[in-house]
C-alpha cells in the first residue's frame, strides 16, 4: 500500500506562485512509480496536469507548459509542482497520483484559490 499526502496549496493573486509538495509513505519501491498531478475546478472534470517518470521524463497539459514544472525527488520519495504566473483557470483541488503498470494510489488534495 502506498499513501500520498500534499501540502502547498493556498491562496495567490494571478501571477503569483506555489510550489506544491506530495510525499510518499508505505511499503514500495518509488522507481515503480510514474507520478502525477491532477486538479479539478468547481463544476469541471478532474484533469491531467503534469506528469513525471521514474527517469525524470516529463510531460504537462498545453495550458501549463512554460509555467508549471514537475519534479522528483527519489532520495526523498517526494514529488513537486513548482507553479508560475498563475492563472484564475488555475484554481481547484490538486491531487498527487503514483501510478505503476498495475497499481493507481491517490492522495486527497490540496486547495489553490486564484484570486485578486
Not at 506562485?17 to 502525477?36: I, K, P, V
Not at 468547481?42 to 491531467?48: F, H, I, T, V
Request: net charge positive; proline share 3%; aromatic share 10%.
Amino acid at each position: 500500500q502506498v499513501q500520498l499526502v500534499e501540502s502547498g496549496g493556498g491562496l495567490v493573486r494571478p501571477g503569483g506562485s506555489l510550489r506544491l509538495s506530495c510525499a510518499l509513505s508505505g511499503r514500495f519501491l518509488f522507481s515503480d512509480y510514474t507520478m502525477e498531478w491532477h486538479r479539478q475546478a468547481p463544476g469541471k472534470q478532474r484533469e491531467l496536469v503534469a506528469v513525471v517518470k521514474d527517469g525524470g521524463a516529463t510531460g504537462y497539459t498545453d495550458p501549463v507548459k512554460g509555467r508549471f514544472t514537475i519534479s522528483r525527488d527519489n532520495a526523498k520519495n517526494a514529488v513537486y509542482l513548482q507553479m508560475t504566473n498563475l492563472q484564475p483557470d488555475d484554481a481547484g483541488v490538486y491531487f498527487c497520483s503514483a501510478r505503476s503498470y498495475n497499481s493507481e494510489y491517490w492522495g486527497t488534495g490540496t486547495l489553490v484559490t486564484v484570486a485578486s
